[in-house]
Nanobody, 124 residues
């Protein structure tokens, strides 16, 4: 069973940085590829970044490429998302998710488990 809990969200000024964390309390974390998604008010949930189970492969949405970095620590059952050069369009609820797929998935239905989300607000 995978149980994901996000933390680290908050309010930050444009141009600032924030680091999100996602922890899994289960025992099978390292078997799953992981992803971050976000959802702004009135918008669909969108893909942000993904990382393979081994951490050897990562993939980013064009909108965050070069600004965000996804990483994982399988020994601690955690992933994180380092966000820099934040802009107001990054304001959203951010979710971490796990997929049993062997590929780096970019669509929400491809993920099997989700956290409850953490709010990120970027002020101008």
């Amino acid at each position: 069973q995978v149980q994901l809990v996000e933390s680290g969200g908050g309010l930050v000024q444009a141009g600032g940085s924030l680091r999100l964390f996602c922890a899994d309390s289960g025992r099978t974390f390292s078997r799953y590829a992981m992803g971050w998604f976000r959802q702004a008010p009135g918008k669909d949930r969108e893909f942000v970044a993904a990382i393979s189970w081994s951490a050897l492969s990562t993939y980013y949405a064009d909108s965050v490429k070069g600004r965000f970095t996804i990483s994982r620590d399988n020994a601690k059952n955690t992933i994180d998302l380092q966000m820099t050069s934040l802009i107001t369009d990054d304001t959203a609820v951010y979710y971490c998710a796990a997929t049993s797929s062997r590929y780096l998935e970019v669509t929400a239905p491809s993920y099997d488990y989700w956290g409850q989300g953490t709010q990120v607000t970027v002020s101008s």
